[in-house]
């Protein structure tokens, strides 16, 4: 960026919630439904037909209000907001405007040198959904009806975010947020996590803003934060060429990596925003709200920190691990199953969960909410490790094993006779004759490239199929390989 210039960022995110109805019906809000299939006279807006409010809408936008640290209405009211277009088929919207339910919050968010920085919450909303226009057709355009009406909260930042790397740190903030309250399930790809941004320039050290641009729609992480920088770019030319940005909407282009206009930005009287006349107020007793509150989960940043004095876990080991709620859960869950917990046995599980447990949830074979192994199990699997009964090649053997059949660690290991072997005597024989069919790697070693231990290691083990002891194996190959007179080995 311009080291004259900085950046002003504000975001609108929306979360859909995790509701089985809609927000004012009894309509069905599952995703991937047949095209116009989850509708009813309640959320089409016809005539006559009144909206009655899902209580669970309120009690999942208490959830957020309350973990993000907002001032909570005692009393709040719904409002229209006016417009028109295909796939709004009332002509209206249901949302909150002058006395939204959460106002005046934070949520600290982690920079990548790992410090902390506050953002603040303006407000958050409950508000429904509109239907979806499909331009990508033969035809002019489709109109699915489906998502009228499913419920949403509405997360305006406060304009605190100077970087489009911050925006992209806050996004996956809120995200994690919303997937540990169990309210949304964060799926941007299927919109149910969505992203509009504000921005604008100033001069650094200025006070004033500078005129804001909106990009709308914004479906992806990186589509933000590039977005952003496009965005920035932008204007930093156009205000140096002696031009003036203008208030308006855009849209980013994935394709051509470039923002461009969709219609000028309106004001809140162009939405002509009234009280929902359909709609009694939202009154939260306080005995509600207490009760909300003492159910919350850990927060993900303060799960993190603790994860780190609990378990001596590294600040990465511990960031991975509390991304997901359940997977930090069978984190915990492995450990307190330790017979012999101590901080190198809790970084071994870290390691397991981070590369196989991980790797199951990337490739789809698995899902953060049903792991295909006890937690029971890769502990014992673990402490096999620890107490070197068995070696890391015969682990991860045994995990595949356990992950197919749902046996126990050491039962496989007993019945295939796949302890790991420390007979010194034996593995000097195989290491001896190691030694002999490799004397160009011996060569090699003694000439000072001691990366081929490595190999000799491998081959031993190879031999021993897998059983061997590999930290032996290493002290004895060392111990053989020292530069000697006579023949390499007897």
């Known amino acids: 960026?311009?080291?004259?210039?900085?950046?002003?960022?504000?975001?609108?995110?929306?979360?859909?919630?995790?509701?089985r109805t809609k927000a004012f019906c009894s309509c069905s809000a599952e995703f991937g439904a047949p095209p116009n299939t989850q509708?009813?006279?309640?959320?089409?807006?016809?005539?006559?037909?009144?909206?009655?409010?899902?209580?669970?809408?309120?009690?999942?936008?208490?959830?957020?209000g309350i973990a993000t640290h907002c001032h909570i209405r005692s009393r709040s009211l719904f409002a229209r907001k006016n417009y028109f277009y295909p796939d709004l088929p009332k002509g209206y919207q249901i949302t909150q405007y002058e006395e939204p339910l959460c106002t005046d919050g934070w949520i600290e968010?982690?920079?990548?040198d790992g410090r902390r920085k506050r953002i603040g919450i303006a407000r958050i909303q409950m508000e429904e959904d509109a239907g979806k226009s499909i331009h990508d057709v033969e035809v002019e355009t489709l109109v699915d009806l489906n998502r009228c009406g499913v419920p949403l909260v509405e997360i305006v930042s406060a304009p605190e975010l100077s970087?489009?790397?911050?925006?992209?740190?806050?996004?996956?903030?809120?995200r994690q947020l919303v997937r540990y309250l169990g309210i949304c399930d964060g799926n941007m790809e299927e919109g149910s996590l969505r992203c509009d941004a504000n921005v604008s320039i100033r001069r650094r050290g200025a006070q004033e803003l500078g005129t804001r641009t909106e990009i709308k729609n914004l479906n992806s992480f990186r589509n933000l934060e590039r977005a952003l920088e496009y965005e920035i770019q932008r204007q930093i030319?156009?205000?140096?060429?002696?031009?003036?940005?203008?208030?308006?909407?855009?849209?980013?282009?994935?394709?051509?990596?470039?923002?461009r206009p969709m219609r000028t930005k309106e004001h809140a009287h162009d939405y002509r925003y009234f009280p929902e006349p359909d709609l009694v107020p939202v009154v939260v007793s306080s005995e509600w709200l207490e009760r909300v509150r003492a159910e919350l989960p850990e927060l993900p940043l303060e799960r993190k920190d603790r994860l780190m004095r609990q378990y001596g876990l590294p600040a990465y080991d511990a960031g991975v691990i509390a991304e997901e709620r359940e997977v930090a859960d069978f984190f915990e869950a492995c450990c307190a199953a330790l017979r012999k917990p101590s901080p190198e046995r809790y970084k071994l599980v870290s390691n397991w969960v981070m590369t196989e447990i991980l790797r199951l949830i990337a490739e789809g074979a698995a899902s953060p909410e049903a792991l295909p192994i006890a937690p029971a199990h890769l502990a014992e699997l673990v402490e096999l490790y620890a107490d070197e009964v068995i070696s890391s090649?015969?682990?991860?053997?045994?995990?595949?094993?356990?992950?197919r059949s749902g046996r126990s660690p050491a039962e496989i290991v007993s019945e295939r006779g796949l302890q790991q072997v420390s007979d010194e005597a034996w593995l000097r024989e195989l290491v001896a004759q190691v030694l002999r069919d490799n004397p160009e790697a011996v060569e090699r070693y003694r000439s000072g490239r001691t990366n081929v231990l490595g190999f000799l290691v491998?081959?031993?083990?190879?031999?021993?199929q897998g059983k061997a002891n590999p930290k032996l194996v290493t002290q004895l190959l060392q111990q053989q390989l020292l530069p000697q007179e006579g023949p390499t080995v007897r």
């Open 1 to 19: 960026m311009h080291p004259e210039y900085e950046a002003v960022i504000g975001l609108e995110v929306h979360a859909q919630l995790k509701t």
């Open 39 to 64: 509708t009813c006279p309640v959320c089409l807006g016809h005539p006559g037909a009144l909206p009655v409010l899902n209580r669970q809408v309120v009690e999942f936008t208490l959830r957020l």
């Open 109 to 112: 968010i982690e920079l990548d």
């Open 163 to 174: 970087t489009p790397r911050e925006a992209y740190l806050y996004l996956r903030q809120i």
């Open 237 to 259: 030319a156009i205000v140096e060429s002696g031009g003036v940005v203008q208030h308006e909407t855009l849209l980013w282009d994935a394709v051509r990596q470039e923002t």
């Open 393 to 403: 090649r015969v682990a991860k053997e045994v995990f595949a094993e356990v992950l």
């Open 458 to 464: 491998g081959q031993v083990l190879q031999r021993s």
